[in-house]
């Protein structure tokens, strides 16, 4: 089985952001035998702080009586209702905890992971962002969204317990969880069809990855340790001696 933890792009208004960052994982994340995460025979599972959002102003979600050749006025009147109507679907979410008006909404089945990866159906709050668990309170300055998801690949794959679960520690998110029973069949279902190619210079791009790495661990030892900053002195003292000498 393949297991991706991923942190897509944040922000409300990063959507096409969030589905550039997933091709690229998909073209450069590369396993020794030179597969990507598509494997054939080998399901997937996809997930993390995804981040997308509950949005009204991506193209997809225009009005569908709407006619094809929309002008831009009756597109800003669409919007505007739209907008109108999440609005009043997130005030009732928190006055009442109801969020099912809020689901068609989402983001997420308007991206490229949903073209690739399934999801069971959401049946808990929003995971973002919290000011307080105990009891529930989101932030203000932020729309309430499923940003935590947990995806998965082939869709035969039985799950069941999708839900929202509160760490022991505070996060302003809430953390997902979610049973899998995986069969024989859903191994010879997944076909390891690739949604775009792996790039040609994965392998050069992991190796510059390993030397940063490097570079910025290197780093974190000189700030935070005695010896690392007695060796940032002597570096730096060397530096200055053979630049006046």
């Known amino acids: 089985m393949t297991f991706v933890a991923a942190h897509l792009a944040a922000h409300e ?5 969030r589905n550039a960052d997933f091709q690229s994982l998909v073209q450069n994340l590369v ?14 599972f996809f997930l ?17 009586n709407l006619h094809t050749n929309i002008t831009p006025e009756d597109q800003a009147r669409s919007d505007l209702s739209l907008i109108a109507a999440l609005k009043e679907h997130v005030i009732d ?14 983001q997420l089945p308007l991206s490229s992971l949903a073209l690739h990866l399934y999801e069971s159906p959401i049946t808990f709050r929003p995971t973002y962002k919290y000011v307080s668990h105990d009891p529930p ?3 203000q300055t932020r729309t309430p969204s499923w940003t935590d998801r947990i995806l998965y690949a082939p869709e035969t794959i039985l799950t069941e317990n999708y839900t929202g679960v509160t760490a022991d520690g505070f996060s302003d998110h809430q953390a997902v969880s979610m049973e899998a029973f995986l069969q024989d ?28 790495g490097y570079v910025f661990g290197a780093i974190e030892v000189m700030g935070e340790t005695r010896l690392g900053v007695l060796m940032a ?4 003292g060397l530096v200055i001696y053979y630049t006046y000498h």
């Open 13 to 17: 208004g990063h959507f096409n952001r």
């Open 31 to 44: 396993f020794p035998d030179e597969t990507g995460i598509f494997k054939p025979h080998t399901p997937l």
């Open 48 to 64: 993390g702080d995804l981040n997308y959002r509950l949005s009204v102003l991506h193209p997809s979600r225009s009005d569908p």
């Open 93 to 106: 979410f928190l006055e009442t905890g109801k969020f099912t008006h809020l689901v068609p909404h989402d």
């Open 137 to 139: 309170v989101y932030a």
């Open 185 to 212: 069949g859903d191994f010879h279902t997944e076909e390891g069809e690739m949604p775009w190619e792996i790039n040609p210079g994965w392998r050069q791009r992991q190796e510059f990855a390993e030397k940063l």
């Open 233 to 236: 002195v002597v570096a730096l």
